[in-house]
């Protein structure tokens, strides 16, 4: 009786609690303004609607959003994606539509449902579904994919895609169905009416066409359907009769369905070959196969339909062709013969030349106009008149026969279906047997075989179609087709299993194909009773849901359920929605059939909600098992599990142990164990039961409750009865396949030994392993486990007997060998450098054993292949289903191939990245056994002691580096975007008004702070470049001066101070360079220039308005520009900047244009302006305004430098007369805007050696003034800027420039420089210049007052660097007085400067090579009677000695170089004593001379804000005498700017670019006045800024997030200068130049050493630098950053230094905090380490846990403590004695021997290991006193187990499990024969290494084995089975 009650509840299973199902989207549509919207639509006149969104927007009315129509709605569910939330939260996803709105929404269980997006479109929307777009990269091959919400109306599509991008694609036709596939979308064109006009003759049209992406055109889809003859041609998918019914991305396939033959045909969807393309675009006009879907088996029925179509009234066929009926006879009578089930190719017309197909472009149609199918149509005509001539093509017959639209191209196809399967068509097969499949789904069952379902409604079948992957995956093969009946079906995907409505009304689970049993729903009566009751809405379907029974308890994993798509219900009458409705099962009723509408995947994994222990023993047992037994187990267990009342997590173990067992033939009841299990809890499933039911059940749940008990008692009754002998049942399902069941599960045993987590588990899987290990007779096996468990194996007893003869019936694996495999072993061997075989392991499930073993063999055994060649060498690897041998060879093979310890260091780091690459974190590093856990702890110490710079996230953080760590997430971050440093090294924010205004205030505190944290410095500059307050104007009134007169001298004091006032605006640019980072919602500040002044005594304002002086008009324009320039330089280059921002920037008032000129100057400067939309600057350069062309065309340059980029080659070419076709029309391009547009081309061909460009700027360098006064004022400019162009066109080229031979660049330059006969002008400019200038007479001759900077700076930059001597010599200053009376002084300055950076190599800093640029007759003494002005020969010297100064500056820019630095102070400080007595007549060439040398210190001491510097600017500052001009304060304060460049983040680079830049903006002559640009166009002066490159390496401590002082170890290459050196620097510092360097690393021992290698590659270091330079430390444990203790002496090892015992006690754990920020270590300080009223008894264990805590923190291993605290546990445990297992003494052992195998390397090695203490010695000798004692009391306990008797269950046997396992002693029962004959020490010595016991664990088995240690027994005294 109790059988059956067993099983007649087994066949039910319980689903949970039914909840009502509302889609969210419903009830967000009702709050939806769309109605309103439209109501007030239609309150528009209609042209305004028309303008604002075309006609669609009379589309809409109020009618279609009403919700009356709720036909209209549809919604579906899917699992939510990653993408949208960064937390793995688990949520799902619903897309709802209900007219014209789409609602997409998220929700989980946790957490209500909310919108994500909600689209509104114009017209009502017929479809809404969501699909992935592949988009292709545009610099790799891989493609990026998109997610999108597509929303489909009649006449377009719109894409949303995640990011943001919205697309809309217009479709050509009208659309039935639109699919989402792996490619994009699949459309299905809707068959109108009027095909049969617009085809020709027999030519279908596409029917199914592709959107790979929604900018991409929509392309008729290709097929190619399976087919015996060659015959199986490709064509377009133009068969109205095929629908698809389905599609699927994984695998990619699409199913389909021809109405007329009824038959499902599966495909797969690729992309198209090129053959295939090429094959159908020239498609010739001869007969090929039909379209689509006629490759029925029987030809019959295809041609009947092709005749009856052709037949039909509205057919497409010719009417009266004879021919074609009679050929179609004949063809079909041949037929009918052959053998009916034939598959293969109808022949009927084909599809015409594909040429035509195209996308007509003609223009007289207007878009909407191609409405339909009229765009295919018009090129779809056939090239031959079919009607005429039937099948046969007309040879003849061209293209021009047909009524084409001129000129088509055709449309590509992109991807092709190949046919995969198609149903049969059974024998009596006619129309009305088969029908459209309804729902289609992929399912597959619980061993993983996979299903295609489709549910043909007509037939309440389910037909399940199962496939499988070919071996090269590239196809799928279908091997059987399965007919289940049913109603409905929905799979639920976690399960692997699906849920069927069977006609009756039931539900039930199969698995597959594989009928699991009946669900049993709470809530729903059963079948047999009317539901109508139920149902109070008869119009809508009730929705409801169900969920597991055990709902409450944790939903661990929700395996994949990637939307179903749901399905079409269109059939199912006007009330029903197709959807997917919420959590968990869900199934609609209607009230006369119930119907399951849709199934929601259950959120929790039913399986999963089961234990670790028991998934991993099904996946083993599905696993090894062939499939079909597998099958049976799992079916069998998933009854059993969720029978109605479901068990409680305690009782499911137990149930599947019975269920296993019993399945392999036990009687569970018989065997006491087994038994025992149930009566643990024995009324648990009644009591859940309860719980789970609602309160409303009635009468259900008694029956329920009663069948519970009934089973209960009788399980009670078998228990009385009296138990016969054990005996197996061998017809029992599993019986056969018992002993690689067990294998498997010893396995999977291993593994979870290796687990600290699931250790716990092992326990209960022993009690069953050792059941069977008994049974299988496998000693071994027993003795390990009783091993691992003694207290739990001695308990056990019972064995089964398995007959003899049933033995043979058992399939006994090779793999199975009577020695056991344990892994602990294995790796003991390993650390001992023993041999061992290969370990076994199952691949998928005993994946840690195989992560360890592979560590092992790596690190320990110094394999370095282990990871990748040798793996088979130490892993034997279980191959599902039966297996072969494990190759014996490689057990002995290995020795020999291991190659000898290379380097431990390079092992580590091995080891440490492959861990990482396996997903390895240190979070499971936790749960590895101490023991085994040592090893790869010591090798992450190692590599946290030096690790590589370029480590990726993971690795760092494994190693536990977090300052790595945190670097490399910011690399990460930087490449993903770029985005401006996430550290807050953001400026304070000022509260004072006052602070905001002068445009400094974002200089970082905290990092200079840091750099010069004596001095107020910073400040000072600030004061120093303020210019947005009033000046101080102090001017005594003199008795006799009126005060009329007295304003005007206070006026003209302050003209005086405004000429330095606005010249402070380009130093303040630099100083607060690249320091801001704008809020894109608000301008950006710029502060207002300030020309005012402040009278004292009285503060009254003094202007320059009054009218009392003359004031010079324009004064003020370029200043405003500088100010808008250095406003707009403060924006850093990784600020968010766009477009719409630069134009929100632009000011109401036109004064302020000149400021917004150079603001966009700035943006161009710092690479912004490339955001800027054309547009935009097409707009700033028609309005004409001089500034604004100048910044911009300046700033576009500057950001494209180097690109050659054609548009603004363009655009600056519109501004270069020079560059513009002779014929082409004067424009009128002011002056200022031509030097710039000239410099713009240097810019942007910089270092190109573009020839077109080089011939042009080298004749506009002695461009002559025309005749009509056209350049004739500033001509100096224009020709040095030319000069400038040309310099860095051939930026460093030198006489390698290629295709210039024919120019004499060199030649012609010389020329210019020196004068001569002008050249004849060659090229297009000859007609331009033919008439000379009316105005100037130059004659022939060159003008060398014009021409000679440019061409000079020119040489110098084409020559730069390369040491020419023979051009430098061109460049020597004159040697004879008569000659030097012919050059300007300023000229000379120039030829020096040229000639020394020329000679780039031989500069040299110090005054004799300063002084040796002075020619020999200026420097000796001079004879008085010879006729010498001495005042000539002075000013030559000073401009001379200006000019090498600055060659030296450009040389050392950015160098810092002392003595450089010193050179140039000594000349400063001697010019300024020269000075102190000169007369003014000297005065501008000795300021001049000055101002260069203060530039070229400047320059050399960029960005560190020297004192020295910074006082002699201060000095200048003040001076504002008459003749202190605009240009010299501007060159003072640019020097100051230089000094403090970025406020200190920045320096000057020495690259060919830089200097070129930096030539143009310290041209040495500045402007006289603030309008002057007559010389050197002033806003090149701001060029400085592409000079300027981060090398400030500011250290960040990563705990406080804060900068620190670190010390850095620079290293320099060697050069022929200097050798390799190593220099200290205290950061945050400057770095030297990056290309100089070798490495840079951060020194101990304050912060952990981090060593970037910089002869790799530079490339980290310099995204570090232009990322605010951060640079993580860490504080090393123990120590005190420098600013809190400057000499190292307060820190913890320093205070212990003394004795090395004593600092133990001297450490105070309290102090714990001030040296380590780890939190555990902190708390454990806290909580064990102090004295508390509880731990007064136990003193040593306070001072042993100090003591451990002291170790952790100075060996800087926090992550040990817990491996110390363990040691010491399982010590002190085994000295009590109380000991359960005996797993502690097996790491105790582990650790043991990695010490070992340390020390025998040698002491070297000691500072390797971790352990370095006196700790574990002192351990190991508290083990071994303690199994000592105990073997010399218990000797006899040991020699009973060696004679194999029982023990007895006590302690001795306990402890006797310890002694073996920790002595490595091997199971002795088969070894007495060698032992026999052993009667000395030295036998068994011989004996050591056959037995594999380690030779200090046998001479302790000395005296039991000898037998002196119990009295006179002597060895052969004992009985043979002792051994």
């Not at 093509?393 to 991807?415: G, Q, Y």
């Not at 499930?845 to 282990?866: F, H, K, M, P, W």
């Not at 700033?1195 to 082409?1224: F, Q």
């Amino acid at each position: 009786m109790s059988e059956v009650v067993y099983e007649e509840t087994a066949t039910m299973i319980a689903a949970g609690e039914l909840q009502s199902f509302v889609p969210f989207g419903r009830e967000h549509c009702r709050n939806h303004p769309n109605a309103f919207n439209l109501q007030l639509r239609e309150l528009q006149p209609a042209s305004e609607l028309w303008a604002s969104d075309g006609a669609a927007g009379l589309v809409g009315s109020l009618q279609e959003v009403s919700l009356q129509e709720r036909e209209r709605e549809f919604w579906q569910l899917r699992k939510g994606c990653k993408g949208v939330k960064e937390e793995d939260v688990e949520f799902e996803e619903e897309l709802y539509a209900a007219g014209n709105v789409v609602v997409w929404s998220q929700g989980s269980r946790a957490q209500a449902s909310s919108v994500y997006k909600a689209f509104t479109v114009d017209s009502p929307v017929q479809q809404a579904l969501w699909c992935n777009f592949a988009a292709p990269h545009k610099k790799n091959d891989d493609e990026e994919v998109e997610l999108t919400v597509c929303i489909v109306q009649s006449s377009c599509v719109n894409v949303h895609t995640m990011t943001g991008k919205d697309f809309i694609s217009p479709l050509p036709f009208q659309v039935s169905n639109v699919w989402a596939t792996k490619f994009g979308l699949l459309m299905e064109r809707k068959n109108t009416a009027n095909d049969a006009h617009f085809s020709p003759p027999g030519e279908p049209l596409p029917t199914v066409f592709s959107m790979l992406h929604p900018l991409d055109e929509i392309a008729p889809v290709v097929c190619k359907p399976a087919g015996l003859f060659e015959g199986s041609r490709v064509q377009y998918v133009s068969d109205s009769a095929m629908k698809i019914v389905f599609t699927c991305c994984q695998p990619s396939i699409v199913v389909s369905y021809d109405t007329v033959q009824g038959i499902h045909s599966v495909w797969t969807l690729r992309k198209v070959t090129h053959d295939e393309r090429s094959t159908v675009l020239r498609c010739p006009a001869e007969p090929v196969g039909t379209p689509l879907g006629l490759m029925a088996s029987g030809f019959l029925t295809s041609h009947l339909r092709n005749v009856s179509r052709h037949d039909s009234p509205g057919g497409t066929g010719p009417s009266g062709s004879p021919l074609h009926y009679s050929a179609l006879h004949s063809h079909q009578s041949r037929i009918v013969s052959s053998s009916p089930g034939t598959h293969s190719r109808v022949h009927s017309p084909s599809i015409s030349n594909m040429a035509a197909l195209s996308r007509a472009h003609s223009p007289g149609m207007a878009a909407p106009s191609f409405s339909g199918v009229a765009r295919f149509n018009t090129s779809l005509h056939s090239s031959s008149p079919r009607g005429h001539h039937g099948l046969l093509a007309s040879p003849n017959s061209t293209i021009n026969e047909t009524v084409l639209v001129p000129e088509m191209e055709p449309i590509i196809p992109d991807l092709c279906m190949e046919q995969l399967w198609s149903e049969a068509v059974t024998a009596g097969s006619n129309r009305e047997m088969s029908s459209q499949a309804s729902k289609v789904f992929l399912t597959s069952d619980l061993c993983e075989n996979h299903y295609l379902c489709f549910l043909v409604e007509s037939h309440q079948q389910l037909r399940c179609v199962k496939f499988i992957e070919s071996n090269d995956t590239s196809q799928l093969i279908f091997p059987s087709v399965t007919t289940i009946p049913a109603k409905d079906a929905e799979p639920l995907q976690s399960i692997d299993a699906m849920l069927v409505l069977e006609a009756c009304g039931s539900l039930v689970l199969y698995t597959g194909i594989t009928r699991v049993s009946k669900v049993f729903v709470p809530g729903l009566l059963s079948p047999s009773f009317s539901l109508t009751n139920h149902l109070p809405h008869r119009s809508t379907p009730v929705e409801t849901v169900s969920t597991p029974a055990n709902a409450g308890s944790r939903h661990l994993q929700r395996l994949d359920e990637d939307a179903m798509p749901s399905p079409v219900t269109g059939l199912r009458g006007p009330n029903i929605k197709h959807h997917d409705a919420s959590f968990l099962e869900d199934y609609t009723f209607q009230p006369a059939t119930p119907y399951i509408n849709a199934l929601r995947d259950p959120v929790c994994n039913r399986v999963t909600l089961v234990g670790f222990l028991l998934r991993k023993c099904l996946e083993a047992i599905r696993f090894i098992l062939p499939k079909e037994a597998a099958m049976k187990v799992l079916v069998k267990w998933y009854n059993i599990y969720n029978a109605p009342g479901g068990p409680s997590a305690h009782t499911e173990w137990s149930l599947f142990v019975t269920c296993f067992m019993t399945l392999m033939g036990y009687n569970t009841e018989r065997l006491t164990w087994t038994r025992n299990l149930h009566f643990e809890m024995p009324l648990s499933p009644v009591i859940a039961a309860k719980k789970a039911r609602p309160s409303d059940g009635g009468s259900d749940e008694v029956c329920y409750l009663s069948v519970s008990l009934a089973i209960v008692q009788s399980l009670q009754k078998l228990k009385a009865c009296a138990l016969p002998s054990l005996k197996l049942d061998s017809s029992a399902p599993l019986f056969p396949h018992i002993p690689a069941l067990f294998y498997v599960l010893h396995l999977l045993y291993q593994e979870l030994q290796l687990d600290e987590l699931q250790r716990a588990r092992a326990s209960s899987l022993v009690c069953l392993l050792q059941q069977l290990a008994r049974d299988l007779q496998l000693e071994e096996y027993v003795d390990l486990y009783w091993r691992d468990y003694p207290s739990i194996i001695s308990g056990f007893t019972e064995s089964c007997l398995i007959d003899q003869a049933l033995i043979c019936q058992m399939q006994r694996p090779s793999f199975l060998r009577p020695e056991p495999p344990c892994v602990f072993s294995w790796l003991s061997s390993c650390l001992r450098g023993e041999e061992s075989p290969p370990f076994p392991y199952l691949p998928g499930i005993c994946q840690r054993t195989r992560l360890l073993v592979v560590s092992y063999a790596l690190y320990v055994i110094g394999d370095e292949n282990a990871t990748s060649t040798d793996v088979s060498k130490y892993l034997a690897k279980l191959s599902a289903g039966f297996f072969p041998l494990i190759s014996l060879v490689c057990m002995f093979s290995r020795q020999s191939s291991v190659k000898v310890m290379s380097s431990s260091e390079n092992l580590a780091e091995q080891l440490v990245v492959w861990l990482t690459s396996q997903g390895f974190t240190l979070k499971d590093l936790e749960s590895v056994p101490f023991g085994v856990a040592l090893p790869i702890r010591e090798a992450i110490y190692r590599c946290r002691e030096q690790p590589c710079s370029d480590w990726s996230e993971e690795v760092c953080l494994l190693i536990g580096r977090q300052d790595l760590t945190k670097q490399a997430h910011k690399m990460t971050l930087a490449k993903s975007k770029s985005v401006s440093s996430g550290l807050s090294l953001e400026p304070p924010a000022t509260t004072e008004p006052d602070e905001e205004e002068d445009g400094m205030s974002d200089i970082v505190q905290e990092v200079t702070g840091l750099i010069w944290s004596q001095d107020l410095r910073v400040q000072e500059v600030r004061r120093l470049l303020q210019s947005s307050r009033p000046v101080r104007v102090s001017v005594v009134q003199l008795p006799e001066v009126s005060d009329h007169e007295y304003i005007e001298e206070k006026e003209n004091k302050l003209l005086q101070l405004c000429q330095r006032t606005m010249a402070l605006p380009v130093g303040r640019g630099l100083f607060t360079l690249f320091s801001y980072h704008p809020v894109p919602t608000e301008p950006l500040p710029v502060p207002k220039l300030n020309l005012t002044g402040r009278a004292l005594p009285r503060n009254t304002v003094v202007d320059l308005n009054s009218g009392n002086i003359d004031v010079p008009p324009n004064m003020t324009s370029w200043p405003s520009f500088h100010n808008g320039v250095a406003a707009g330089l403060k924006i850093a280059p990784a600020s968010q900047v766009d477009s719409a921002w630069i134009a929100y920037n632009k000011p109401k008032s036109p004064e302020l244009a000149n400021e917004y000129a150079g603001f966009l100057m700035a943006l161009g400067l710092n690479g912004h302006l490339t955001k800027l939309a054309t547009l935009n600057i097409h707009d700033y350069l028609t309005k004409g305004h001089e500034m604004t062309s100048i910044g911009l065309l300046l700033g576009v340059s500057s950001a494209k430098l180097g690109t050659m980029d054609m548009s603004i080659t363009r655009l600056l070419g519109i501004h270069i007369p020079a560059l513009l076709p002779p014929t082409s029309t004067e424009l009128d391009v002011p002056h200022n805007v031509q030097v710039a547009a000239v410099i713009g081309i240097g810019l942007v061909y910089q270092g190109t050696g573009h020839r077109h460009n080089a011939e042009v700027l080298l004749s506009e360098i002695g461009r002559p003034p025309g005749p009509e006064m056209e350049y004739c004022t500033d001509r100096e400019s224009y020709s040095l800027a030319a000069g400038l162009a040309l310099g860095m066109v051939c930026l460093g080229h030198g006489s390698n420039l290629i295709g210039m031979t024919d120019l004499n660049v060199p030649e012609q330059l010389y020329q210019y420089m020196v004068g001569g006969h002008r050249r004849a002008q060659a090229g297009a400019n000859r007609e331009r210049h033919k008439s000379p200038s009316y105005q100037i007479k130059e004659g022939d001759t060159i003008n060398v007052d014009v021409t000679c900077p440019g061409a000079t700076l020119a040489l110098a930059m084409i020559y730069l660097k390369t040491n020419n001597r023979s051009i430098a010599d061109w460049l020597k200053p004159p040697d004879t007085l008569f000659l030097l009376d012919f050059i300007k002084p300023e000229f000379l300055l120039l030829r020096t400067l040229a000639r020394c950076i020329i000679m780039w190599d031989e500069i040299l800093p110090n005054t004799i090579w300063v002084k040796s640029n002075i020619p020999q007759i200026m420097r000796g003494t001079f004879d008085p009677s010879e006729d010498i002005n001495m005042e000539t020969m002075a000013q030559a010297q000073d401009y001379i000695t200006a000019g090498a100064c600055l060659a030296l500056g450009l040389r050392f820019a950015g160098s810092a170089n002392s003595d450089a630095f010193d050179c140039l102070y000594s000349l400063a400080r001697t010019h300024m004593t020269i000075m102190s007595f000169a007369g003014t007549h000297t005065f501008y060439n000795l300021q001049t001379c000055l101002s260069m040398i203060l530039l070229a210190m400047s320059m050399v001491m960029s960005g560190t804000g020297n004192l020295k510097v910074l006082q002699l600017c201060r000095f200048f500052h003040k001076r504002t005498g008459g003749e202190m001009n605009y240009g010299f304060h501007m060159a003072h304060h640019m020097a100051l700017g230089l000094l403090f460049l970025g406020g200190g983040r920045y320096t000057l680079s020495t690259s060919n670019s830089a200097i070129a830049a930096l030539l143009c903006a310290l041209y040495p002559h500045f402007p006289a006045h603030s309008t002057d640009n007559r010389y050197h166009l002033q806003a090149l002066r701001h060029l400085a800024v592409l000079a300027a490159e981060p090398r400030l390496l500011v250290p960040v401590d990563v705990d406080s997030l804060k900068p620190c002082y670190a010390l850095l170890e620079v290293t320099y290459k060697e050069t022929k200068w200097y050798d390799e050196t190593t220099v200290e620097l205290m950061a945050p510092t400057l770095l030297p130049e990056l290309q100089l360097l070798k490495r840079v690393k951060v020194k101990g021992p304050r912060y952990w050493e981090l060593s970037v290698d910089l002869s790799k590659e530079t490339q980290h270091l310099k995204s570090i630098l232009s990322r605010d330079g951060v640079l993580y430390v860490k504080l090393r444990a123990g120590q005190l950053p420098y600013k809190d203790d400057p000499q190292g002496w307060k820190s913890l090892v320093a205070t212990t230094v003394n004795h090395r015992s004593s600092g133990v006690k001297a450490f105070k754990p309290e102090a714990i905090s001030t040296f380590t920020s780890e939190p555990a270590l902190v708390s454990f300080a806290e909580l064990f380490c102090k004295t508390s009223e509880g731990m007064k008894h136990r003193e040593d264990t306070l001072v042993l846990f100090s003591a451990m805590l002291y170790e952790c923190v100075t060996q800087e291993c926090p992550e040990m403590l817990p491996t110390y605290i363990a040691i010491e546990q399982a010590v002190s445990a085994l000295r009590r004695g109380d000991l359960l297992q005996t797993f502690p003494l097996w790491q105790l052992r582990l650790v043991v021997e990695l010490w070992d195998s340390r020390m025998q390397r040698g002491p070297a090695n000691r500072r390797d290991t971790l352990l370095t203490s006196e700790f574990l010695p002192v351990m190991k000798n508290a083990v071994d006193a303690t199994l000592d004692s105990w073997l010399k009391e218990n000797s006899s306990v040991l020699r009973t187990y060696m004679k194999g008797e029982a023990l007895s269950k006590d302690t001795q046997s306990i402890m006797l499990a310890c002694f073996l396992v920790y002595r490595s002693i091997p199971y002795l029962k088969n070894a007495h024969t060698q032992l026999e004959g052993c009667s000395s020490l030295g036998d068994l010595l011989l004996l050591s290494s056959q037995l594999g016991i380690p030779l200090r664990d046998l001479l302790r088995l000395v005296p039991v084995l000898l037998g002196s240690a119990s009295g006179p027994h002597t060895l052969l005294g004992f009985p043979l089975q002792a051994f």
